[in-house]
């Protein structure tokens, strides 16, 4: 059975100014479970934005085919919401309007009273309420703003939510309180979301599984890692937990190394060009074996 979405041999082309091709990326295949939240992380340049304007139907793929629900994307639609880092508000239009003019557009049938009233409860999720609601984007701050965004995408409904880097612009403070609001969404939608960064600590907070990039050209989805950290999770006993560091310390070691000694490679023909599956559980003692080196001890002087 097919997953919920699922890219099925994705290959993007772009021409080179030389008169040749530039393959960013080539047969990637991976697939997206119903309420699942996956994050994807890899180096600039390796296609990880194409794929997402792919999915939203903003751009389509040289080969290759995207389908969700039993349907094959193609252009844009309101069952895809796209958060952008640069917060792509109206700038003619209220903090409210902004959320309401996408809820009317999903639900023609709605009331303007109806339309307000479900507008409100979004922003009032993210922490907007009151006459911030009225205020225009300009007068608002970077943090409200993608407040605002969020608050919209999800006030939608949408089938797929898609977050291309959406904490990317703010301070660490203000990204851990809208974090936290996402995951308190989330929690509440069971919204299938995928979403892209370049903060190895954020994929492990919000993520069900992380999907790791080689380096272009002829880049592919080479690993697909699952976060064996149990929810609900706090940024400020996640580290704590005895997977942690183990699963942070993988990731580190792809983007630093392997994910360049990988680059360009193809799986052979007959194989499958999915991405194998890490599971790291130091909770699991068979994924933990006891340790055989001698234990050292203090010694007095």
Not at 40 to 62: D, F, Q, R, V
Not at 151 to 162: S, V
Not at 244 to 262: D, P, T, W
Request: charged residues 25%; hydrophobic residues 40%; aromatic residues 6%.
């Amino acid at each position: 059975m097919k997953p919920y979405l699922s890219i099925e041999n994705l290959t993007q082309t772009f021409p080179d100014g030389a008169g040749g091709d530039l393959t960013v990326f080539e047969n990637s295949s991976f697939g997206v479970e119903k309420g699942e939240f996956v994050v994807i992380l890899g180096h600039s340049g390796c296609g990880k934005s194409t794929i997402m304007n792919i999915l939203a139907g903003l751009a389509e793929p040289t080969s290759g085919v995207v389908v969700m629900d039993g349907q094959e994307v193609k252009g844009p639609s309101l069952d895809r919401g796209v958060v952008f880092q640069n917060y792509s508000l109206l700038p003619w239009l209220s903090t409210l309007k902004n959320v309401s003019f996408g809820v009317a557009a999903r639900h023609p049938e709605w009331t303007k009273a109806q339309v307000a009233e479900h507008s409100t409860k979004f922003l009032a999720m993210v922490g907007l309420e009151g006459d911030v609601i009225r205020r225009k984007p300009s007068q608002l701050s970077g943090g409200m703003r993608q407040r605002v965004s969020i608050a919209r995408a999800f006030a939608n409904h949408p089938k797929l939510l898609l977050l291309d880097e959406p904490f990317g612009a703010l301070d660490a403070l203000t990204r851990g309180t809208i974090q936290d609001e996402l995951l308190k969404i989330w929690g509440q939608m069971e919204q299938t979301v995928f979403m892209i960064t370049h903060d190895i600590d954020e994929a492990i907070l919000l993520a069900d599984r992380i999907l790791l990039m080689t380096n272009g050209p002829k880049a592919r989805v080479a690993e697909s890692v699952e976060i064996t950290i149990p929810r609900p999770r706090y940024r400020t006993e996640i580290v704590e937990h005895p997977n942690y560091y183990a699963i942070r310390n993988h990731l580190v070691q792809f983007l630093g190394k392997r994910s360049k000694e990988m680059a360009g490679q193809q799986s052979e023909p007959g194989q499958s060009n999915r991405p194998t599956t890490v599971r790291i559980d130091k909770t699991d003692p068979q994924d933990d074996p006891e340790d055989k080196r001698p234990a050292l001890r203090a010694v007095n002087s």
